[in-house]
């Protein structure tokens, strides 16, 4: 029961925006009754939390697979990563980054649900820090937090492109930032 709440949820949240989809909704949307869901979830704040969480899972396992995929070649995982982002970007029902979005819902820094944002984004800078120093980049800091601005640019931009272009643009971009710090 705590899945399908959590699959409606994601399906509600990221459809409406999380502050407009009610608890009710998602109660109604599963058929179950109040009780449950609160078993499950005893706040509201627990159900976005989770579901941000799943969300993160999911494109941890994503990167790691990009990175597994490419064993070692740091520079083909960056362009499955962005080809990736591209395609999710452009794909029909696509209605921005779930913790962008979380954020602007939640403008309260010491908020549960931006702790779960915060925590990610630190997760995905993080990531291309290390594939950032896999590549003999010096300033691997600075150049991550480009390339996040660019990932979250590329977002914005699938609402507008075609996922090759958003890719492509994205990946070309990428590497200008890498080449000007190496």
Same mark, same amino acid.
């Given at each position: 029961?705590?899945?399908?709440? $959590? +699959?409606? *949820?994601?399906?509600?949240?990221?459809?409406?925006?999380? #502050?407009?989809? @009610?608890?009710?909704?998602?109660?109604?949307?599963?058929?179950?009754?109040?009780?449950?869901?609160?078993?499950?979830? %005893? !706040?509201?704040?627990?159900?976005?939390? *989770?579901? $941000?969480?799943? #969300?993160?899972?999911?494109?941890? &396992?994503?990167?790691?697979?990009?990175?597994?995929?490419?064993?070692?070649?740091? !520079?083909?995982?960056? #362009?499955?990563?962005?080809?990736?982002?591209? *395609?999710?970007?452009? @794909? %029909?029902?696509?209605?921005?980054?779930?913790?962008?979005?979380?954020?602007?819902?939640?403008?309260?820094? +010491?908020? %549960?649900?931006? &702790?779960?944002? +915060?925590?990610?984004?630190?997760?995905?800078?993080?990531?291309?820090?290390?594939?950032?120093?896999?590549?003999?980049?010096?300033?691997? @800091?600075?150049?991550?937090?480009?390339?996040?601005?660019?990932? +979250?640019?590329?977002?914005?931009?699938?609402?507008?492109?075609? %996922?090759?272009?958003?890719?492509? @643009?994205?990946?070309?971009?990428?590497?200008?930032?890498?080449?000007?710090?190496?």
């Amino acid at each position: 029961m705590r899945e399908r709440l $959590l +699959d409606a *949820a994601t399906e509600l949240f990221y459809a409406q925006g999380i #502050r407009a989809v @009610s608890a009710e909704k998602v109660i109604a949307k599963v058929g179950t009754t109040k009780v449950t869901f609160y078993r499950h979830f %005893p !706040t509201k704040d627990d159900l976005v939390v *989770a579901y $941000l969480e799943r #969300r993160a899972e999911w494109e941890r &396992r994503a990167v790691g697979g990009a990175r597994e995929a490419t064993a070692g070649r740091t !520079t083909e995982a960056f #362009r499955l990563i962005a080809e990736g982002i591209g *395609a999710e970007s452009c @794909s %029909p029902g696509f209605r921005g980054c779930p913790f962008i979005n979380a954020a602007a819902e939640y403008p309260e820094a +010491d908020h %549960p649900v931006r &702790r779960v944002v +915060d925590a990610h984004r630190r997760w995905f800078k993080g990531t291309f820090e290390e594939m950032l120093a896999e590549i003999g980049v010096t300033d691997v @800091s600075e150049v991550a937090d480009q390339l996040v601005m660019l990932r +979250d640019g590329a977002m914005v931009g699938g609402y507008l492109g075609d %996922p090759q272009a958003i890719a492509r @643009s994205l990946y070309n971009a990428g590497r200008a930032v890498v080449r000007s710090a190496s």
